[in-house]
């Protein structure tokens, strides 16, 4: 309610020019006095929150004076901000119903009455009013955005690509960069469908807008795994990192396997090694100790973990150091290694795993699109000592 009396102070200041304007040379006009009390009705009606009588009066005010349009227009987008979509749509499409509009005014009542629908979730109606404004290519920097967040929204992602490539940007992201995301949520559809020879040609063009996007690659490394082609699938993986270090969690419990399947795990531990001096997080590390553990027993492992922790402190390295510990220990030192353990695992619960860069969304599974502010491939594996 506040923030409808701060608006209608400027509102009431022009009005009072308005009345000023018509009333020079003709004092004592009679719509000028009409304006006047069908102004001090509705201001009580907004005072004594019936706000659907306001409403009317406002809009009968406009047949009295088209000059109010923009009044008009403003105290819609007013409600719509307050959450009042209804009254918002209701403005707006009386607006849009006046003749008397000129062609800009009409447009202008046409993308906000799109936004109230957009803001009440009626996508269908929403689009087709933004197709409109596109068709006669007008408010397009306003509307292309509108209309992909719809598009997004819907998982229309054939749709979203015709809109995004007629933008330079999405947000502050390259549009090519999230139109290759676009295609790899093609590639994921069609492979859900097992059409893989549709969804290898739509991780091409993913790769043809962007050619440095991993997750193009670790959907290829995915494929390719499903297929048994493991040779093809260890290059696929190696890329992704290549891409994106942080995607290195991602992608080494996959990339044992195809070691394993292959019988090199020698190049496995090799391939560790370098990623330990290149990624500061304890999954490489975790994973090498685990082939020390059947290769040179748990002894071995948990040194090797314990030398590590000084260089990476975290709580998923500690809890696998007891696990290892626990395996040898007997007596009080079992217990004692037992309540640690007990410890670290209530540190651990319900801690998020991932973070997106941007807007700070925090979760336990990774998002190509943060749930947040719905930007592109900002979301990545928590650092420090309670995440990697």
């Known amino acids: 309610m506040q923030d409808l009396l701060w608006f209608l102070l400027p509102v009431a200041?022009?009005?009072?020019?308005?009345?000023a304007l018509r009333g020079k040379?003709?004092?004592?006009?009679?719509?000028?006095?009409?304006?006047g009390s069908e102004y001090i009705k509705g201001l009580n009606y907004l005072l004594n929150e019936q706000q659907d009588k306001a409403i009317d009066v406002f809009i009968r005010m406009l047949e009295v004076n088209s000059d109010t349009v923009e009044t008009h227009m403003a105290l819609g987008n007013l409600f719509r901000k307050r959450g009042e979509v209804d009254s918002a749509i209701r403005i707006h499409q009386n607006l849009?119903?006046?003749s008397t509009l000129s062609n800009e005014q009409r447009t202008d009542a046409v993308l906000e009455l799109g936004q109230d629908y957009m803001k009440a979730g009626l996508f269908d109606r929403a689009e087709g009013l933004f197709r409109e404004l596109i068709?006669?290519?007008?408010h397009l920097s306003s509307v292309l955005p509108l209309l992909l967040d719809i598009y997004q929204q819907e998982k229309d992602w054939e749709n979203a690509i015709a809109i995004a490539e007629q933008m330079g940007f999405v947000g502050d992201q390259s549009a090519r960069s999230v139109i290759a995301q676009f295609y790899c949520e093609l590639a994921e559809n069609a492979r859900?469908?097992?059409?893989?020879e549709e969804a290898c040609k739509l991780l091409k063009k993913a790769s043809a807008y962007n050619p440095h996007c991993a997750r193009a690659r670790?959907?290829?490394?995915?494929?390719?795994?499903?297929?048994?082609?493991?040779?093809?699938?260890?290059?696929?993986f190696e890329q992704v990192a290549e891409r994106d270090i942080e995607l290195l969690p991602e992608i080494l419990d996959d990339m044992q396997t195809c070691h394993t399947?292959?019988?090199?795990?020698?190049?496995?531990?090799?391939?560790?090694?370098?990623?330990i001096t290149r990624y500061a997080g304890i999954s490489p590390v975790l994973a090498l100790a685990e082939i020390m553990s059947h290769q040179k027993g748990s002894e071995s492992a948990a040194d090797f973990i314990a030398g590590e922790l000084g260089k990476r402190p975290s709580v998923r390295g500690l809890s696998r150091l007891i696990d290892?510990?626990?395996s040898r220990a007997e007596g009080t030192a079992h217990a004692n290694l037992s309540i640690l353990k007990n410890l670290t695992e209530q540190l651990l619960e319900n801690k998020p795993v991932y973070k997106c860069h941007d807007c700070g969304f925090c979760g336990k599974a990774l998002h190509w699109q943060c749930p947040g502010c719905k930007h592109w491939n900002t979301v990545k594996p928590i650092h420090g000592v309670e995440g990697e």
Do not use: P
């Open 135 to 138: 068709e006669n290519n007008v």
């Open 218 to 236: 670790l959907i290829r490394g995915n494929i390719a795994m499903h297929k048994g082609e493991f040779q093809t699938a260890l290059e696929s």
């Open 261 to 275: 399947q292959l019988g090199t795990i020698d190049s496995m531990i090799d391939y560790l090694q370098r990623a």
């Open 324 to 326: 290892l510990s626990l």
């Open 25 to 35: 040379g003709r004092a004592g006009s009679c719509s000028d006095s009409i304006l």
């Open 96 to 98: 849009i119903a006046r």
């Open 192 to 196: 859900a469908r097992e059409d893989i």
């Open 13 to 19: 200041a022009a009005f009072g020019w308005f009345a």
